[in-house]
């Protein structure tokens, strides 16, 4: 890889953006990574701290250096756009991060972009990322389950398999990427399944296919509306609809539900019991927001290959109330915070989630 850099700093929505700015100069596909911070970026104590250790502390020039290996696939560079653990992520940041990704997709010397992430809200990143950026380009979120200082540890294999599926031309045109333990996933349908194991993501339909060796393997296609083929765009977006998700459980009260609705919500996700169920005890609360102009989103927190069902647990229709479909609370939110920014209709929304 021959490039030559100068550091220079971007503000981007109120967000810092240090960028390695550099020439590409090499002859491999060009792939721009775009660091956040998260596990990729941690440090242990000692070699043993698999599990303990701080996020977000190794900048993307060292995350970069750590896989020499890179120059092989591609021409490399990286901008470190925020450095958090990924729980800490605000709407502003997914906005400002949206935002850069699409100019570098438009940009010509860019031709795959790789982003490294936390891996407790990399999902919702994903499909934030998939709903909104109009390209064609390989786009893929990476993380790690094991900070980098950690006996085989998984982020270099992990970071090196999203640049060579971000270089590949047989990538282009699938919508945002997960690749994590040598799976490559849709950004709509993965989720964290596991949360201190290596093999932590899962899609209910299972993945697109795998990475093996710098070689893509390919055993489906995505089956929802994305990236450009989607109605919402992230250059027509300044603010993300707030939306809020409340546990369904036994013993349920309408406390949460209130609490949110006074904040001026224009959503509640119900994270239901089963398909999506409704407690008696809450319903009449559900009932009378929804008259306040709030929508309810019935999801579930029964997640790994279902869906909730229209008029089965609740009569919807009567309620006026959407289901999340297969979504679960997580991505039910993110899809909701997107699509309310254009419409406020029950009937538009229930579409959407049935198309996204
Ligand atoms: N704090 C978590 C995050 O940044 C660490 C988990 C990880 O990145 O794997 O998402």
């Not at 994270?271 to 407690?279: D, L, R």
């Amino acid at each position: 890889m021959k490039t030559m850099t100068s550091l220079r700093t971007l503000a981007l929505g109120g967000v810092l953006i240090a960028s390695c700015a550099a020439a590409f100069a090499g002859d491999k596909p060009n792939v721009v990574i775009l660091a956040t911070g998260g596990t990729i970026a941690g440090a242990g104590a000692s070699v043993a701290n698999s599990a303990t250790y701080q996020a977000a502390k190794v900048p993307v020039d060292k995350l970069i250096a750590s896989v020499p290996e890179l120059v092989n696939v591609a021409d490399v560079r990286g901008e470190q756009v925020f450095q958090v653990a990924s729980e800490s992520l605000t709407n502003e940041n997914l906005l400002a991060l949206a935002k850069r990704v699409a100019a570098l997709s438009r940009q010509a010397d860019v031709d795959g972009i790789v982003i490294t992430h936390g891996t407790d809200t990399l999902e919702e990143t994903a499909y934030f990322l998939n709903l909104v950026v109009h390209t064609n380009k390989p786009v893929v979120v990476v993380g790690s389950m094991r900070p980098g200082t950690a006996m085989s540890a998984d982020g270099t294999l992990n970071l090196y398999n999203a640049v060579s599926v971000a270089a590949s031309k047989d990538a282009a045109g699938k919508g945002v990427l997960v690749t994590m333990n040598d799976e490559i996933h849709t950004g709509r349908d993965v989720s964290k399944a596991v949360n201190i194991k290596t093999e932590a993501f899962k899609s209910p339909w299972g993945p697109l296919g795998m990475i093996v060796e710098g070689k893509n393997y390919w055993f489906r296609n995505p089956a929802k509306r994305h990236t450009n083929q989607s109605e919402f765009d992230i250059d027509k977006i300044e603010k993300l609809a707030p939306v809020e998700i409340a546990y369904g459980n036994g013993n349920a009260t309408p406390t949460a539900y209130r609490a949110f609705a006074g904040t001026g919500v224009k959503a509640i996700i119900h994270a239901g019991t089963g398909n999506g169920s409704v407690s008696n005890a809450v319903v009449p609360t559900l009932q009378e927001l929804r008259g306040k102009g709030i929508q309810i989103i019935r999801s579930s927190r029964v997640v790994g290959g279902g869906f909730v069902l229209r008029n089965a647990e609740q009569p919807d229709d009567k309620y006026d109330w959407v289901v999340s479909h297969d979504l679960n609370p997580q991505k039910a939110r993110i899809l909701a915070s997107v699509a309310l920014t254009k419409t406020q209709d029950s009937k538009e929304l229930q579409r959407v989630f049935m198309e996204y």
